[in-house]
């Protein structure tokens, strides 16, 4: 059980596009998903907070416009990354957590963004 | 100061050993506990939750909470090979479901 998937497992894409990873909780319904960044060497770092049918929640300094958090259903997110530069190149990871599961937190598979 | 603090390692074990790994946090009314294994190029993993003081096994792994000092310890016992990993613990500090992350410690489990 807890399992949730992400789709592209990795994407490479030119500067000034936009890219959509999608994550799906695949046997629960997500109350609560998460979308993290995590540069090479480094620990993870949240970005927003998204719940069912409401706006995300953006954590400081994460720019909500440029990353446009979709949670449209209990078991999808979406990240988009918009106008993509190659500082954005990074690990985005997602996780998700039920109703069942009190507070922990399982993560997908992650998605490894190269803006070239 | 750091939310959650931890030892960046890396620790070398001989195969067979004990893996010991420390994490401290600063706030003092943080409920919910959490050890993530993360392997090179891959997603967290997670592999204890600890809610109470006190210890809580699950196979070969043992979390050990003490909320008094603040500190959350992770042992792993009869390290193998397949145990070379970044732990990285968790926290949940506030009122929300969001969780706080140490920096890792890596493992390295040599035969």
């Known amino acids: ?50 719940n069912e049918g409401s706006k995300a929640t953006y954590e400081q300094g994460v720019e909500k416009d440029k990353f446009l958090i979709n949670h449209a259903s209990l078991t999808l997110s979406t990240l988009t ?9 990074s690990f985005y990871i997602c996780s998700a957590r039920g109703q069942a599961h009190s507070y922990e937190q399982y993560f997908g598979p992650g998605t490894r963004l190269t803006v070239t | 100061q750091k939310e959650v603090e931890q030892n960046s390692g890396p620790l070398s074990v001989p195969e067979g050993a004990i893996a010991s790994l420390n994490c401290t946090y600063s706030d003092r009314g943080s409920q919910s506990f959490f050890w993530y294994r993360q392997y090179s190029g891959k997603s967290p993993e997670l592999i204890m939750s600890i809610y109470s003081n006190g210890d809580k096994e699950d196979g070969r792994f043992t979390a050990q909470l003490n909320k008094a000092s603040q500190y959350v310890s992770l042992l792993i016992r009869d390290s193998q090979p397949s145990d070379s990993a970044t732990y990285l613990c968790a926290v949940r500090a506030g009122y929300d479901y969001k969780l706080s992350f140490g920096a890792g410690t890596t493992v390295t489990v040599r035969a």
Do not use: N
């Open chain 1, 81 to 89: 990354v918009t106008s993509a530069h190659p500082e954005d190149s």
């Open chain 1, 1 to 50: 059980g807890a399992v949730v998937s992400q789709h592209p497992s990795r994407v490479i894409c030119k500067s000034g596009t936009s890219v959509k990873i999608e994550c799906r909780s695949l046997d629960f319904q997500a109350t609560t998903m998460f979308w993290y960044r995590q540069f090479p060497k480094q620990s993870l770092m949240l970005m927003a907070t998204s």
